[in-house]
């Protein structure tokens, strides 16, 4: 069944792959556990019949003086991720001269074991190394009790907040509202508790010291642990209502980066998206510092003698097949000539600043060279390019400029172009990620750049905070021009652990937050880093040491669901979203055509759709999850209205006839 529902939309022969491999690829026996583990090691928490009940682990190292304090967290180590089966998780990582791996086994039942074991290659001096748990806010209300502990004060359940507790004890267990999160050690052991209010907001804190002082070289420490969390699982059904009365801005569809990086594994994932998915925009890569390494040699004349370097053609080979597919392209920039920059060229980051500042005395030659390699383009292969950057010039990879430069920038290349006859526009920003939003505000505000400026663009891999991304959307509204997730996905480190892109939790959180930019930002392409071998939505084929054959992964199969949406829908508003559940609807009332995304963080549980206009007769329902890739099924409408079960950890599109 599940078969026949996704090969309508594989070519014939990705079909007959499929088949072989149908055991395997629908049911790959991975992420069926409930621990929600980091790939740098913290537990984000415990899944329940889908609902997470959620905490933060981390390990952290403690000076003697207790003043400097080190934590397991996103992009401060580099961390290797693996699944060593279905239940077992394992990170290995280190803070300084002390090699930490953790070990995550599921034991059902919202139950999971976890072992922490730190190795030192060094003597080290420290006050001690701790499991740390950050409790959720409302267990600041809650209680706590320990059991087996000296302190019989602490036998039963006492106010939690505002008040230290230490024992010896080998179980904890806090309450609240919310639910119950209890921890047991192997033995017994110090159990401390805090409340910490050094920020704005008070949390709730648990150490367990895996080891207490410092550690010599080659001494191991290592403690288990239990951790069970219970709960009511909220199932409660959900009622949405589309508003078709505003039409916000137009989505094209799905787009995808093309940097050629992996000569050997890229072109087996690229010929497979193009030919599965429904790429709406491309992005690609101009090898600056290869199309011109010399400022007194001509670029043209050396393009005509046919002695372009082989980064050279491919990059234009990959623009003319992008171009022939009629996908428009951005054309964006990374390493730039030695002549074009100051400084020795910064292939790393230099006292911690990443990148080069442009060589002002050379900017004419800096506009020539870019055009020239557009003109080129252009007249020799007849590629159109829509829109030039230079890629997270905010943080400098690897051209870096301040926000006056860039707009200086775009206002003087986007002259250049116009004078050349070109009808290449900058893009605006092409953020490293959407915090740096002050970046794109001096272009914003100079009338003479704002006329060359086609798009405004970001990376989704940073600042997902609502206020931050409406930041993004109404910079759009005010220059009337369209926005453009540039790169998008969820962790620049994950190339690091590369196991990870396996995961239905990566794949949850990575269509979680498209669904969200859809809903708030409204761009009219998500471009996904990347439709290459870099970042790849497939499994095997060679990637990542992985040698078996190539096929699609849960993340294929969710942008393939996000590409399947009608070209050219109009932002719409839904209102009675739960907490849980994401949601980004789009419609054309002119075309009477709607589609509506929803991801189910949470539980399964019923949804209620109604405000759909009186045409509207039967909606298309795809699901992709852990075991369905793009299930399909439909519902007929009645009165506007529709109701439909939504499955646990889920995406699910629903779309018009």
């Not at 870096?400 to 290349?413: V, W, Y």
Request: proline residues 4%; glycine residues 8%; aromatic residues 10%.
């Amino acid at each position: 069944m599940i078969f026949h529902a996704i090969s309508k939309f594989l070519t014939a022969p990705l079909k007959c792959l499929l088949v072989l491999l149908t055991g395997f690829v629908l049911f790959p026996g991975l992420a069926s556990g409930q621990a929600e583990l980091e790939p740098w090691g913290n537990i984000a928490g415990i899944r329940k019949q889908g609902q997470l009940f959620s905490f933060e682990s981390s390990v952290r190292v403690v000076s003697t003086d207790r003043q400097h304090v080190s934590s397991t967290a996103k992009e401060k180590q580099q961390p290797h991720y693996k699944r060593i089966n279905e239940d077992e998780q394992e990170v290995t990582t280190n803070i300084g001269d002390l090699f930490i791996t953790e070990n995550v086994k599921d034991e059902g039942s919202g139950k999971i074991g976890l072992t922490i074991n730190v190795n030192a290659h060094a003597d080290t001096v420290l006050q001690g190394v701790y499991l740390c748990i950050t409790l959720p806010d409302q267990f600041l209300s809650g209680e706590l009790r320990y059991k087996g502990g000296d302190k019989g004060e602490y036998d039963h359940f006492v106010k939690a907040a505002n008040h230290e507790f230490d024992d010896n004890a080998d179980e904890i267990t806090f309450v609240s509202q919310a639910g119950e999160l209890n921890l047991k050690t192997a033995e017994r052991s110090l159990i401390m508790v805090r409340t910490d209010s050094s920020s704005a907001a008070k949390k709730l804190l648990l150490f367990v010291p895996v080891n207490l002082g410092g550690m010599k070289k080659g001494e191991v420490a290592e403690k288990q642990f239990r951790i069970k969390i219970s709960g009511d699982i909220d199932k409660s059904a959900v009622n949405l209502t589309l508003n078709t009365h505003r039409q916000g801005r137009a989505f094209d569809g799905l787009g995808g980066n093309f940097r050629l990086q992996n000569p050997v594994t890229d072109p087996q994932v690229i010929d497979y998206c193009l030919k599965n998915l429904r790429v709406a925009w491309g992005r690609v890569e101009m090898p600056w510092r290869f199309w011109q390494p010399d400022i007194g040699a001509d670029a043209q004349t050396l393009a005509d003698s046919a002695k372009l370097n082989p980064a050279v053609k491919n990059a234009i080979a990959m623009a003319r097949r992008l171009d022939s597919l009629r996908i428009p392209i951005i054309l964006s920039a990374w390493f730039s000539p030695q002549w074009a920059v100051e400084g020795k060229l910064n292939f790393q980051p230099v006292n911690g600043v990443w990148g080069n500042q442009l060589n002002e005395d050379n900017m004419q030659a800096i506009y020539k060279s870019i055009a020239d390699y557009i003109s080129f383009l252009k007249d020799r292969y007849g590629v159109q390019v829509k829109l030039f950057s230079f890629n997270e010039s905010d943080l400098g990879i690897n051209v870096r400029l301040t926000p006056e430069q860039h707009a200086a920038f775009i206002k003087g290349c986007g002259a250049y172009f116009a004078a050349r006859g070109l009808q290449t526009k900058m893009l605006l920003g092409d953020n490293s990620d959407a915090n740096s939003y002050a970046f794109i505000y001096p272009a914003l505000n100079d009338p003479g750049a704002r006329q060359y400026i086609g798009a405004i663009s970001f990376h989704s891999w940073r600042g997902w905070e609502t206020p931050t991304l409406q930041k993004w959307a109404d910079a759009a509204s005010e220059l009337g021009v369209p926005l453009i997730v540039g790169e998008g996905s969820i962790d620049a480190d994950a190339w690091r652990y590369p196991d990870i892109f396996q995961e239905q939790t990566y794949a949850l959180k990575e269509i979680n937050l498209y669904t969200r930019l859809l809903a708030i930002c409204q761009p009219e392409s998500i471009l996904q880093w990347q439709l290459t071998a870099d970042y790849s939505p497939l499994i095997g084929g060679g990637i990542f040491g992985n040698n078996e054959p190539l096929r699609p992964g849960q993340r294929f199969w969710n942008l393939k669901q996000l590409s399947i949406t009608p070209k050219g829908l109009f932002a719409m508003p839904l209102s009675g979203i739960h907490k849980d559940i994401s949601c980004a609807a789009l419609g054309d009332n002119a075309q009477n055509r709607y589609t509506v995304h929803l991801v189910n963080n949470g539980a399964k549980r019923k949804v209620i759709l109604s405000g759909l206009p009186d045409g509207v007769k039967k909606l298309d329902i795809y699901v992709t999850n852990k075991n369905d890739y793009m299930k399909h099924s439909s519902v007929k409408v009645k009165d506007g209205t529709v109701s439909f079960k939504l499955q646990d950890e889920s995406f699910t599109t629903l779309i018009s006839e």
